[in-house]
């Protein structure tokens, strides 16, 4: 699939088999990332349900909590040290991609051996129920990245196929880590299971890749990627840190019990949330292909993207509309019941987000990083606003409307930033410097 891939990037994109042969290509990229994020998505799933199940709503709040910073700590990692390889370094040649691979992915095991160390002291200084799971996450933190640095590194140099086999590795890991976490009985101990099967995925990484991580070299990285990185940190952070205060935020206006209630409802979205994940780790690096070799049909392919999931999204709610309470009781326990309340706004809420993924895979593949940072600086603090307003107003499931409205209507300002970038894209095109390939040091 690897070869396809290649063969795409020098074949004439006039010519009708050479638009075949990169329709196919296409095609297989999008099946690994789908069946990659297929892998993740059932692999949390599980450990989602098995918390749930095992102990009770209040517990899984907390593991919850614990969940939504670690979806921060990622968002940093991502946006200082895979978000600029994928811009930059999507099919491009190997020995570039090695060099760009091995700087990334020390940067993300820097970023986890800092924070993880954080957590761990902020933990073990909380105590109660809360502080455990903390200082857990902190352990565990260096192994989480560095595994999802090595999926982003493989799907930016078109071999989706090894980050299938890795997180699939992960998930088998896993199973015999959370009988034993189940035998403990705590909260930290199924974080321990969840970051020890992520460790193991993440050690074979280096194996398949061939490359060593360079912790060492995360400063150069920082510096030379600085023009993308910081903004794409400030916007990660940006999404994670506000589902992060509205979970927050709704466990001190509702209670913990409604942070679960949450969590249950996005569970229920998980083979949609699949989908949408497992298209999210191609979506940039195939934009960007489409900038280099069709500039004119960017426009048209982020539109089919955000259509198409949009209307997947909705499909998917009729379905979970559709589900009797008892296939939905033997799911999710005795969360089931406060959670189906949720389905119409979560169900929204993607579709909104949906509308706006490809306006965001344009503007990263067009480099445009401060009209993509504008636009989510925006969406988050619809996020935040709209979720603890409608908590305010209406509890948990306040709290979901209030999501749908400000994703939905984020979305149209995701659209107008593109249509801005691309105009200015077609009038002045981007200098090297915003698409440049720096040797490997």
């Not at 799971?133 to 071999?159: E, H, I, K, N």
């Not at 991580?213 to 999404?239: C, F, S, T």
């Not at 969590?263 to 949609?272: C, S």
């Not at 306040?398 to 149209?412: D, E, K």
Request: with cysteine.
């Amino acid at each position: 699939m690897s070869a396809e891939g290649e063969k795409t990037t020098t074949a004439d994109p006039a010519g009708p088999a050479a638009g075949r042969t990169a329709k196919r290509a296409m095609a297989g990229r999008l099946s690994w990332g789908l069946a990659d994020q297929a892998v993740c998505s059932m692999t949390n799933f599980a450990v989602g349900i098995y918390v749930a199940r095992s102990l009770g709503l209040t517990a899984f709040g907390v593991f919850s909590l614990a969940w939504v910073t670690y979806g921060v700590v990622l968002s940093v990692s991502r946006g200082i040290a895979t978000d600029p390889l994928v811009v930059r370094f999507s099919g491009v040649p190997d020995a570039s991609w090695r060099g760009a691979a091995a700087r990334s992915s020390g940067t993300a095991l820097v970023v986890g051996g800092a924070i993880g160390l954080v957590c761990l002291v902020v933990g073990l200084g909380l105590g109660g129920r809360v502080g455990p799971a903390f200082a857990a996450l902190g352990v565990v933190l260096p192994g989480l990245l560095l595994q999802d640095a090595w999926r982003y590194s493989f799907f930016a140099a078109g071999t989706g196929r090894k980050a299938c086999v890795n997180d699939l590795l992960g998930a088998l890991a896993l199973v015999p880590a959370l009988l034993v976490a189940a035998r403990v009985g705590s909260v930290e101990a199924f974080v321990l299971a969840w970051g020890a099967a992520a460790a193991v995925a993440a050690g074979y990484g280096c194996f398949q890749s061939g490359i060593r991580p360079r912790p060492d070299r995360a400063r150069a990285w920082l510096r030379e990627q600085r023009d993308l990185g910081y903004r794409y940190l400030v916007e990660n952070v940006g999404v994670s840190g506000a589902s992060q205060l509205r979970a927050y935020g709704l466990g001190a206006i509702v209670g913990v019990s409604a942070v679960g209630v949450v969590r249950g409802a996005e569970l229920l979205l998980g083979p949609f949330l699949a989908l949408l994940m497992g298209l999210s780790l191609v979506t940039v690096p195939e934009a960007a292909r489409v900038l280099r070799q069709a500039p004119h049909r960017l426009a048209k392919f982020c539109l089919m993207l955000s259509g198409g999931l949009a209307a997947a999204a909705l499909l998917w709610g009729v379905a979970l509309l559709l589900v009797p309470d008892r296939a939905g009781e033997l799911v999710l326990g005795d969360v089931w019941g406060s959670a189906s309340d949720l389905i119409v706004p979560a169900v929204l809420g993607v579709a909104g987000s949906g509308l706006g993924i490809g306006a965001a895979a344009g503007l990263r593949a067009l480099a445009a990083a401060r009209r993509s940072l504008r636009a989510q600086l925006f969406a988050s603090a619809c996020y935040v606003g709209g979720g603890l307003g409608g908590a305010a107003a209406g509890g948990a499931v306040g709290s979901a409307w209030g999501v749908a409205a400000a994703t939905l209507s984020s979305s149209a300002v995701w659209w107008l930033q593109l249509r801005s970038a691309l105009r200015e894209h077609h009038q002045s095109p981007p200098r090297a410097s915003t698409t440049r390939t720096p040797s490997p040091k």
